[in-house]
């Protein structure tokens, strides 16, 4: 099991300023960490680290098991904010539908909550249409943890797929890697095939409104054929497996 120490704390935590994108607003301290990435200020509010996933603990939740290091992720926060004063920044949507504040957090020393808990391995970059702000920032930090197999990049459960080999993927957030082999359009959708069988092989659906979204270049859907890419979202089945993505930050070009 990875341990939390200071030793790692003290050689890998530097300040690092808000990002532009971001705008601060308001600040709290810290009285107790719920889990690897939610947490709560001394005035009831309730903050989830928007922008990252770590590992999930049950929280009550019944036949919930919980993520491998899923303990780990809740010490490293603790560790890095517990009883602190937070600065919150918001890139996008502001509160959830659990009214949990979905802030990016700063201690006092200019340390990003977020950029740490990914450099540290003990989350994943994790973001939605409505809150699109510095992901390219927190995926550079996650790259420089899986690279180095920190934390979660040693534990199988949390490994990038290979498009071809999805063997019980259904259901679960996973970040898979594969080569576009055909691009199609069928009405509203258009379709990333990673095989020769799309009734069966992984397949990534963008819908029209979000097409928009993607610039008018190399990112386009139409110009990805024959590209190797990553792209992270939940595994569902629909045809074989399928990732539905809702904005063009789920897709990484790794070529």
Same mark, same amino acid.
Request: neutral net charge; glycine residues 8%; without cysteine.
């Given at each position: 099991?990875?341990?939390?120490?200071?030793?790692?704390?003290?050689?890998?935590?530097?300040?690092?300023?808000?990002?532009?994108? =971001?705008?601060?607003?308001? &600040?709290?301290?810290?009285?107790?960490?719920?889990?690897?990435?939610?947490?709560?200020?001394?005035?009831?509010?309730?903050?989830?680290?928007?922008?990252?996933?770590?590992?999930?603990?049950? =929280?009550?939740?019944?036949?919930?098991?919980?993520?491998?290091?899923?303990?780990?992720?809740?010490?490293? =926060?603790?560790?890095?904010?517990?009883?602190?004063?937070?600065?919150?920044?918001?890139?996008?949507?502001?509160?959830?539908?659990?009214?949990?504040?979905?802030?990016?957090?700063?201690?006092?020393?200019?340390?990003?909550?977020? &950029?740490?808990?990914?450099?540290?391995?003990?989350?994943?970059?994790?973001?939605?249409?409505?809150?699109?702000?510095?992901?390219?920032?927190?995926?550079?930090?996650?790259?420089?943890?899986?690279?180095? !197999?920190?934390?979660?990049? !040693?534990?199988?459960?949390?490994?990038?797929?290979?498009?071809?080999?999805?063997?019980?993927?259904?259901?679960?957030?996973?970040?898979?890697?594969?080569?576009?082999?055909?691009?199609?359009?069928?009405?509203?959708?258009?379709?990333?095939?990673?095989?020769? @069988?799309? !009734?069966? @092989?992984?397949?990534?659906?963008?819908?029209?409104?979000?097409?928009? =979204?993607?610039? @008018?270049?190399?990112?386009?859907? &139409?110009?990805?054929?024959?590209?190797?890419?990553?792209?992270?979202?939940?595994?569902?089945?629909?045809?074989?497996?399928?990732?539905?993505?809702?904005?063009?930050?789920?897709?990484?070009?790794? @070529?």
């Amino acid at each position: 099991m990875f341990r939390f120490t200071a030793a790692l704390y003290v050689l890998l935590v530097l300040p690092m300023s808000a990002p532009a994108a =971001l705008a601060p607003d308001g &600040a709290g301290r810290v009285v107790e960490i719920v889990d690897g990435d939610t947490l709560v200020l001394e005035d009831g509010r309730e903050v989830r680290l928007v922008g990252i996933q770590a590992p999930k603990l049950p =929280l009550g939740r019944p036949n919930f098991k919980a993520w491998p290091l899923a303990d780990d992720a809740k010490a490293a =926060l603790e560790e890095l904010a517990q009883d602190k004063v937070v600065s919150l920044s918001y890139g996008g949507r502001r509160v959830d539908r659990y009214k949990r504040q979905l802030a990016h957090l700063h201690d006092s020393d200019g340390v990003w909550i977020q &950029a740490e808990l990914l450099r540290l391995g003990m989350a994943r970059v994790y973001s939605f249409a409505d809150n699109r702000a510095v992901v390219s920032e927190l995926l550079a930090f996650e790259q420089e943890a899986r690279r180095a !197999r920190r934390g979660i990049w !040693r534990h199988p459960f949390y490994y990038v797929r290979d498009a071809m080999d999805l063997a019980g993927a259904t259901g679960g957030f996973h970040i898979v890697e594969g080569t576009v082999k055909a691009v199609a359009t069928v009405r509203q959708w258009t379709y990333l095939n990673f095989g020769d @069988d799309w !009734r069966s @092989d992984f397949t990534v659906s963008i819908g029209a409104k979000v097409r928009r =979204l993607f610039p @008018d270049t190399v990112l386009n859907p &139409a110009n990805l054929e024959g590209r190797r890419i990553r792209v992270r979202g939940w595994v569902q089945s629909r045809n074989g497996p399928m990732i539905e993505a809702t904005h063009p930050e789920q897709i990484e070009f790794i @070529d």
